[in-house]
């Protein structure tokens, strides 16, 4: 397994993310492919990176990556931001999202050295994310976006 910035897929490989999909319980939180996609490719510059999640050479997984101007409101200012993180359904519960978890920190120091910390925004209510978080390092550290009721908590995981 291994995190490629979408940059260095191959143009096959970049065909084959739309064939991620997430339980559909699971879209109220993190989004669809297509979504995450249309961000990433309306965006020029460099404070914006999608990462797949490569499996045996099929992008099983993905997220967002953002810094700089695309920071969320409730974001320090020399953070990254993770956005809509998706495994493919099909593919959850066989340790993917605990890997890309464990590979990130790397991967971000290696784009983005001056970024300090990592941070997300999670809805309480998604209780498999949290663990997941919680599992790999990640604390709370406040509130994020506003939430069905209430709002998200924010967690932050230092570089």
Not at 30 to 55: E, F, M, P, Q
Not at 141 to 156: F, I, K, P
């Amino acid at each position: 397994m291994q995190l490629i910035d979408y940059r260095h897929l191959t143009p096959f490989q970049r065909s084959q993310l739309i064939d991620i999909e997430v339980h559909l319980d699971q879209i109220r939180f993190s989004g669809d492919i297509a979504n995450a996609l249309y961000i990433l490719i309306s965006t020029k510059g460099d404070d914006r990176r999608g990462i797949a999640l490569v499996h045996q050479g099929v992008p099983r997984g993905f997220m967002l990556l953002e810094r700089g101007p695309f920071l969320p409101f409730w974001a320090q200012a020399d953070a990254a931001a993770l956005c809509a993180l998706q495994i493919d359904r099909n593919m959850q519960g066989q340790g993917l999202g605990r890997f890309c978890m464990t590979a990130l920190p790397d991967l971000v120091r290696t784009l983005w050295p001056e970024v300090r910390l990592l941070q997300l925004s999670v809805d309480p209510e998604n209780q498999a994310a949290l663990a997941l978080y919680h599992a790999t390092g990640w604390r709370e550290s406040g509130t994020g976006c506003r939430a069905r009721q209430g709002y998200e908590l924010q967690l932050s995981l230092m570089l």
